[in-house]
C-alpha cells in the first residue's frame, strides 16, 4: 500500500462547479497534514494545513479523519484560477522530519 | 521577503557526471529539505538538514549527498549521474525541526536533465 493515495483524476468541472478531493495515509504516527497546490512546471505551494476539528479558507475546505486515516478536500464555486495539481502531504512522524506527498490531482476548471 | 531561493534554474548534463544544486531557506529558517519531483509523480523526500546536521534520510542511494553551511544555506550533490536522475530538484524550508509549525516552503526548483 503507498504511504499516500490520491484520487487519480484528473477532474474536469465548470466554473462555479463544487468539487472533491480524497486522500488516504498509511502511516498511523503522521501528525501533520496538508493541501500542497501545483501548477504546471512550478513549485508546490502550501494551500491549508489539515487539522483535526476541519478547517475552511474562503471557498477551500479540509477534513481528517485519524481513525479512518483519511484527508479531505473540498472546493466551492470552482474558478479557472484553481485549475492545478493538487497534492495530498502528511508528515513522516511525530518530529515531521519528511514530508510524504501523494501522487496528485489534477483539475481542469472550464468556462 | 526573499522566498527559498534555488540555483542553478535549469542544468544539463551526461550520465556519469557528477552535480552540484545550492539552495537558500528563507532568513529566519533552519532547516533545509531536498525533495526530488520525477514527472507525474509527487516529490520524495531525500534529506532534512538543520544546524548543518542531517536529521532524515530517504531512500536514496549513496550518490545523492548534502550539506548545510553555517548561514543555513545548503548543497545537494549528486555522484555518477544516471538518466533516472533526471527531475525538478526542489528545496524546501522551515524554520525548526521540532515544535507545531511543520509546514515547509519550497523553492522554484532546479530542473535537471541528464542525457
Known sequence: RKEVEQDPGPFNVPEG??????????????????????????????????YSSGNEDGRFTAQLNRASQYISLLIRDSKLSDSATYLCVVSSNQAGTALIFGKGTTLSVSS | D?????SPTHLIKTRGQHVTLRCSPISGHKSVS???????QGPQFIFQYYEKEERGRGNFPDR???RQFPNYSSELNVNALLLGDSALYLCASRETVGGATYEQYFGPGTRLTVT
Not at chain 1, 488516504?24 to 494545513?49: G, H, I, V
Not at chain 2, 526573499?2 to 534555488?6: C, H, I, K, L, N
Open chain 1, 17 to 50: 462547479a463544487t468539487v472533491a478531493f480524497n486522500c488516504t495515509y498509511s502511516n498511523s504516527a503522521s501528525q501533520s497534514f496538508f493541501w500542497y497546490r501545483q501548477d504546471c512546471r512550478k513549485e508546490p505551494k502550501l494551500l491549508m494545513s489539515v
Open chain 2, 2 to 6: 526573499a522566498g527559498v531561493t534555488q
Open chain 2, 34 to 40: 531536498w525533495y526530488q519531483q520525477v514527472l507525474g
Open chain 2, 64 to 66: 545523492f549527498s548534502a
